[in-house]
C-alpha cells in the first residue's frame, strides 16, 4: 500500500515539475517573441536605425527577467497545485507574479544601467508572459479534466460515513469529474444505519472492515467526513490510514451544517465561521430571471420554423394533439402543467401500469429505453429533445428556468427521501447538470446528487456552462430515451 501513496506523490511532483519547466520556458520565448514583434515587425511603432539594439544585448536582461519571475510566481503560489481552483484563480495568480516581478525587472534595469531599452517591448513581454503561461494552464485543466473523466490519473477514493456531510462530499465529485477523485464506495460507522447505495457509490461494509476495504479496492485516498463528535474514531481512521500509507483527509462538519452554508473569513490571521443562505437571494433571482426570460425569447424565435416542423410531423404520424401536458412539481412543491411535443399515442399513461416489468428507471423514475407507445415521430424528437422546445413557454411563464433540477411528477415526490427533498428549492430546469452528466444513464440518486449541489452551488456562470453542454447533446442525443 505504501507504494501506491509514494506513487500518488510522485505524480503530484512530476506534474509540478513539469509546470515549471514550461512555465520557464514560455517566459523565454514571450520575450524572443516580443523582440521579434519590436524590432523585426515593428508591430505599432516604427523603430528609429539610432535605437535599434541586437537581441545579443538583451540576453542577460531575459536571463533575469525569467529568474525574477520564477520567484515571484512561486511566491504567489502559482506552480503550487490546488484541486478545484478555477482557471480565472489561475490566471489572477499569473498577473499578480508578473506584474510584481516585471516592476522589479524596471526597477533594477533602470536604476543601475539606464541603457536604451524598448519601453514597449516590455508591454509586450508583460502581456505575451501573461498569455503564453494563461493558455498552458487552460490546455493543462482541458487535458486532465478529459483524462479524469475517462478514470485516467484519478485517486481512488473511500468516503467514511454517509450523512449529510458525506452525501455533500458525494455531490461535489458527481458533479465534478474534473476534480480526479474516482469513489470506489462507502463506509458507515454505525452498522443499523445509513443506505446499501447511494447512487453509484456503494456501501463497502463498516468501520471495521476498513483496512480490508483499503487494500481490497487498492484505495489512495480516504475523505472522512464523520461528525466532530467521534473526533476518537477520526482519530483512528487517521492513523490506521497512515499505517496503511493511505492518504486520511477530514471534512470538517460545522453542527451539522450543510458545507455550503459555512462561510470562511479571516479577522487578522484569525479564522472566522459564519453561517449563509444556500438559497438564491433576490438579486441572484432576478438576474436568473432575466436570463430565461432573453434566452427563451431568442430560443422561440430561433427555433419556431423548426417547432412547426415538428408539429405538422406529429399531426401527420398520429390521431391526436400537438402538444401533451403533464402536471409537474415546481419551486418549492408548486404543480404547474409541463409542456411538450407530444411523442406518445393518446391513452399512454393508461398503460404505464401494464409496463412495470419493462420499467429502466431506477427509484421512483419510470423510463423504458424503447417505450412501446411512442410514436415514429415521438422516437426522433425524444432522442434529441426536440418534444420538450415547448417548454420554453414555461420558462416565460415563470414555471421554469433555462436550467435547473428535473422537474418531478407528484408520484416521485412522494417517494422522495428527506434529502432528495432538497432539490425541490429551486425552479426546474430544462436542462441542468443531470442531462449535461448522463441524462437517463445516471441513476435516481445520482441526479438527486447533481441537483442539490445546482441548488447549494448556482451561478450564472454555471448556468451559462450548462446550457453550453447541453448543446451537443441536443444534436447527438447522447443518452436520451
Wanted: a positive charge.
Amino acid at each position: 500500500m505504501t507504494s501506491k501513496a509514494y506513487g500518488s506523490r510522485k505524480q503530484v511532483r512530476v506534474t509540478q515539475w513539469t509546470v515549471i519547466i514550461t512555465d520557464i520556458l514560455l517566459i523565454n520565448a514571450a520575450f524572443a517573441a516580443s523582440y521579434y514583434l519590436r524590432y523585426e515587425l515593428k508591430l505599432f511603432r516604427e523603430v528609429d536605425p539610432a535605437d535599434f539594439v541586437r537581441y545579443s544585448a538583451y540576453v542577460m536582461l531575459q536571463v533575469g527577467y525569467t529568474v525574477v519571475l520564477s520567484f515571484t510566481l512561486w511566491l504567489d503560489g502559482a506552480w503550487k497545485l490546488r484541486r478545484g481552483t478555477s482557471w480565472l484563480d489561475e490566471v489572477y495568480t499569473i498577473v499578480n507574479g508578473t506584474t510584481t516581478g516585471m516592476a522589479v525587472v524596471l526597477v533594477v534595469i533602470f536604476g543601475i544601467r539606464p541603457l536604451a531599452f524598448s519601453r514597449l517591448l516590455f508591454l509586450y513581454v508583460s502581456v505575451l508572459t501573461v498569455l503564453l503561461l494563461s493558455l498552458s494552464r487552460l490546455l493543462k485543466r482541458t487535458v486532465e479534466s478529459r483524462l479524469r473523466r475517462r478514470g485516467i490519473g484519478v485517486d481512488r477514493t473511500l468516503i467514511v460515513g454517509a450523512g449529510e456531510v458525506g452525501r455533500a462530499v458525494m455531490r461535489t465529485l458527481v458533479a465534478r469529474p474534473d476534480l480526479g477523485y474516482q469513489v470506489v464506495g462507502f463506509v458507515e460507522p454505525d452498522p443499523a444505519k445509513g443506505e446499501a447505495a447511494i447512487g453509484r457509490f456503494r456501501r463497502l461494509g463498516e468501520l471495521d472492515d476498513l483496512m480490508a476495504v483499503l487494500a481490497e479496492h487498492a484505495v489512495t485516498e480516504v475523505i472522512i467526513t464523520l461528525p466532530s463528535t467521534h473526533h476518537r474514531r477520526i482519530q483512528r481512521i487517521v492513523a490506521a490510514c497512515r499505517h496503511a500509507g493511505v492518504r486520511a483527509r477530514v471534512v470538517p462538519d460545522f453542527y451539522h451544517l450543510s458545507l455550503n452554508q459555512v462561510d470562511m473569513d479571516d479577522l487578522g490571521g484569525i479564522p472566522l465561521l459564519g453561517i449563509r443562505e444556500t438559497t438564491l437571494g433576490r438579486g441572484p433571482r432576478l438576474l436568473k430571471r432575466a436570463m430565461d426570460i432573453v434566452g427563451a425569447t431568442l430560443a422561440l424565435l430561433l427555433f419556431s420554423p423548426l417547432m412547426a416542423v415538428v408539429a405538422a410531423a406529429i399531426r401527420l404520424d398520429s390521431k391526436g394533439p400537438i402538444l401533451f401536458r403533464q402536471e409537474r412539481l415546481g419551486e418549492g412543491g408548486r404543480p404547474f402543467a409541463v409542456l411538450k411535443f407530444r411523442s406518445m399515442r393518446v391513452g399512454a399513461d393508461e398503460e404505464k401500469s401494464a409496463l412495470m416489468d419493462l420499467n429502466q428507471g431506477d427509484g421512483p423514475l419510470f423510463k423504458i429505453k424503447k417505450d412501446p407507445r411512442s410514436t415514429r415521430v415521438g422516437r426522433f424528437i425524444r432522442r434529441t429533445s426536440l418534444d420538450e422546445l415547448p417548454q420554453l413557454v414555461n420558462v416565460l411563464q415563470g414555471h421554469m428556468s433555462l436550467a435547473g433540477p428535473r422537474p418531478p411528477l407528484a408520484s416521485e415526490v412522494a417517494e422522495y427521501k428527506t434529502w432528495q427533498r432538497e432539490r425541490l428549492r429551486v425552479k426546474p430546469g430544462m436542462t441542468g447538470l443531470w442531462q449535461v452528466s448522463g441524462r437517463s444513464d445516471l441513476t435516481f440518486d445520482e441526479m438527486c446528487l447533481l441537483d442539490i449541489y445546482y441548488t447549494e452551488n448556482w451561478s450564472l456562470g454555471l448556468d451559462v456552462r450548462i446550457i453550453l453542454r447541453t448543446i451537443p447533446l441536443f444534436f447527438f442525443g447522447k443518452g436520451a430515451y
